[in-house]
């Protein structure tokens, strides 16, 4: 993982990237401008939580509380995918308020 994330920060999508269901792939997808991320149900799930107002710890309770999974399991997942798509700038994180 190449980005350091604060458990405060909230994830949000760049303009031009968004999350949606591609009918011809018959799955969800996260589109930007000339690119497609294929997304599997975890990446999904999570991505589906990113709206611009809930910080990362908020993210990982509700699906450790919604998938009765260990949260820092969770975390650690949650993380890494956000890293990633961060890399691909296809993320964006606000700093957590002070």
């Known amino acids: 993982m190449s980005a350091t994330i604060d458990a405060r920060a909230v994830p949000r999508?760049?303009?031009?990237?968004?999350?949606?269901?591609?009918?011809?792939?018959?799955?969800w997808v996260l589109l930007a401008p000339e690119r497609v991320v294929e997304l599997d149900e975890i990446a999904h799930a999570v991505l589906a939580r990113v709206d611009g107002a809930a910080d990362v710890g908020a993210i990982v309770a509700a699906l450790a509380a919604e998938y009765d999974a260990d949260a820092e399991q969770v975390r650690?997942?949650?993380?890494?995918?956000?890293?990633?798509?961060?890399?691909?700038?296809?993320?964006?994180?606000?700093?957590?308020?002070?």
């Open 13 to 27: 999508f760049p303009a031009g990237v968004r999350l949606q269901h591609d009918r011809a792939r018959e799955q």
């Open 76 to 98: 650690g997942d949650v993380l890494e995918l956000f890293a990633n798509l961060l890399d691909k700038r296809m993320l964006a994180v606000a700093a957590p308020a002070s």
